[in-house]
């Protein structure tokens, strides 16, 4: 059990999504058995989301109980063209007291904030993605009304506990048909194997974390006054192991779903089940992405495209930086968040304008491919700057960044949209 603890580095929100396996499983073994009926269903994913909150979240559950009370008087009281304005402008004031309050926790008051209410704050954001989306299809009558008569179903799409501190999304109806096809899915041997290959990936992702984190500990990483390699370097090396604990929340998380027999999204090529349905990306394709507007369409894919559907495509003026402006916002809104999400805003900006000027100019094969290879590149740096800024949040991460000579990358961009 040490040595499981050290690969989770402590993680107390990836540990508990791993714990969620075998229940998970349990769930899908008994709906493929017809022992449970849809309803049945939809009860004991509800119920397994308000014990896996009281169990790891302890009082501070009360921030998800809240959303889910407001949000179901909100959608029974008001008139479906109205529901969605109010329901997510409420949310939004919701989640934003309390990352207020752990920033007042962090930098007026100087203490670490309670573990537990950084996870119920995480827990809180997923949960803010259900309410909104499920708010929006509501005044877009893509799901009727009539579906509040069958609260339980309602509370299971917030409550589901497979995705209740890992995501990924999905919309209302998508869940639903996953609830019901649990009993008609492939044989049980082929859910064990696809969720022991995507175990074994997990446990990779972790291992690798956990040899960058030995990497990162060593006192010449990260040490000052450098050549421009070795900073350029030890700053890639912090920001891909900030990326594999990403990566692997979103394969665990993915595997707990797959457990509960929900993501099954046909046959793929070979006619074997594709349980990629509800995915928040692959790492693999993320990190190759040669354009930095592709990897933030791919990064967190289900977030990207919520932010899509709530923000960018709501804006005539600016979308793009009203977006990334939001996102920052969902985020928390702490220095460093404001400074990587504008310049990740500034980054695919100048990305689009780049590939407008030079794609005329690609005309043989070898300039498509040092295209492609300086680009993937240059996306590797800016989306450096970006992840070092978000993830370590403070002020510390600014003047890492700026002492760096990393500065010069976001710079770039922000001349390529004045220039083109």
């Not at 990334?324 to 809104?333: E, M, R, V």
């Amino acid at each position: 059990m040490d040595l499981f603890w050290i690969l989770f580095n402590g993680n107390p929100q990836l540990f508990y999504q791993f714990l969620n396996i075998p229940f998970a499983l349990l769930l899908y073994y008994l709906a493929r058995q017809g022992y449970l009926s849809i309803v049945s269903r939809h009860a004991c994913l509800t119920l397994g989301g308000f014990v896996l909150a009281i169990a790891t979240m302890g009082p501070y559950s009360v921030l998800l109980f809240f959303s889910v009370c407001l949000s179901l008087s909100l959608s029974h009281f008001l008139e479906p063209v109205h529901i969605h304005r109010w329901t997510f402008g409420l949310q939004m004031c919701w989640q934003t007291f309390w990352h207020c309050y752990i920033q007042f926790q962090l930098y007026w008051l100087q203490e670490t904030p309670d573990s537990r209410l950084l996870l119920a704050t995480s827990a809180l954001m997923l949960m803010t993605q259900r309410v909104s989306s499920l708010s929006l299809d509501l005044q877009e009558r893509t799901v009727l009304r009539g579906f509040q008569k069958n609260t339980i179903s309602f509370l299971s799409y917030l409550f589901c506990f497979p995705s209740l501190l890992g995501g990924p999304l999905c919309s209302f109806d998508t869940f639903a048909g996953s609830v019901r096809q649990m009993s008609r899915t492939p044989p049980l041997a082929t859910c064990v194997g696809n969720l022991a290959s995507k175990t074994l990936q997990v446990l990779l992702l972790l291992l690798m974390k956990y040899f960058l984190n030995l990497l990162m500990k060593s006192p010449n990483t990260l040490k000052v006054n450098r050549c421009a390699f070795q900073d350029i370097l030890g700053i890639w090396i912090l920001a891909l192991l900030l990326k594999m604990n990403y990566y692997a929340h979103w394969k665990v998380s993915e595997c707990v779903n797959n457990a509960a027999g929900m993501g099954l999204r046909g046959n793929n090529r070979t006619g074997k089940a594709s349980w990629d349905g509800l995915s928040d990306g692959n790492p693999w394709v993320t990190e190759m992405s040669s354009r930095p507007s592709v990897f933030a369409r791919e990064w967190n894919r289900t977030t990207a495209e919520w932010l899509r559907r709530m923000i960018f495509q709501r804006f005539d003026r600016s979308p793009l930086f009203m977006t990334f402006g939001f996102s920052a916002w969902w985020h928390g809104l702490h220095p460093g968040q404001i400074l990587g999400f504008l310049m990740w805003a500034a980054t695919v900006e100048g990305d689009y304008k780049l590939h407008r000027f030079l794609k005329p100019k690609l005309t043989s094969l070898w300039r498509k491919r040092l295209y492609v290879c300086l680009n993937w590149t240059f996306t590797q740096l800016t989306t450096t700057c970006v992840v070092v800024c978000v993830e370590l949040q403070s002020l510390a991460s600014v003047r890492l960044l700026c002492s760096s000579y990393f500065a010069v990358f976001p710079l770039l961009s922000v001349l390529s949209i004045i220039i083109l």
